[in-house]
């Protein structure tokens, strides 16, 4: 039996889609395009880190900390191959993308995780 829960990362992820797909519908009205780049460069982030955040949570509890370690390296790991076989994926697809916007969603959804991550933590 452990004390320490699980955190609630999961909820990270959501708010972070929810937030993504709200104002990629926002901005679908003006620019089919530039929505699209910004939706694919933000799911690029969101994915691999909620991988991570399954993996590295997946255990709790002091006489599993050999499983934890593992499993952190076997998650961060799983992250940054997936994070470059979705880049490769999205430009041998994707032919008309606006790389301004799509790096700036990947870029900005880093500190909206944080801040996310942050306030469900305190709660």
């Known amino acids: 039996m452990t004390t320490i829960s699980t955190p609630p990362l999961y909820k990270v992820a959501l708010y972070q889609l929810l937030i993504l797909l709200s104002f990629c519908g926002m901005v679908a009205g003006f620019d089919k395009i530039l929505a699209s780049s910004i939706l694919l460069g933000g799911l690029i982030q969101i994915g691999p880190q909620a991988w991570f955040a399954r993996q590295a949570y997946r255990y709790t509890g002091a006489r599993q900390v050999g499983k934890i370690v593992r499993a952190m390296y076997w998650g961060e790991s799983g992250k940054v191959v997936l994070t470059a076989a979705l880049f490769i994926t999205t430009f041998i697809i994707w032919k008309q993308l606006?790389?301004?916007?799509?790096?700036?969603?990947?870029?900005?959804?880093?500190?909206?995780?944080?801040?996310?991550?942050?306030?469900?933590?305190?709660?």
Request: aromatic share 24%.
């Open 98 to 123: 606006n790389f301004l916007a799509f790096f700036s969603a990947f870029t900005l959804m880093i500190p909206l995780q944080w801040f996310i991550t942050v306030r469900i933590l305190k709660n």
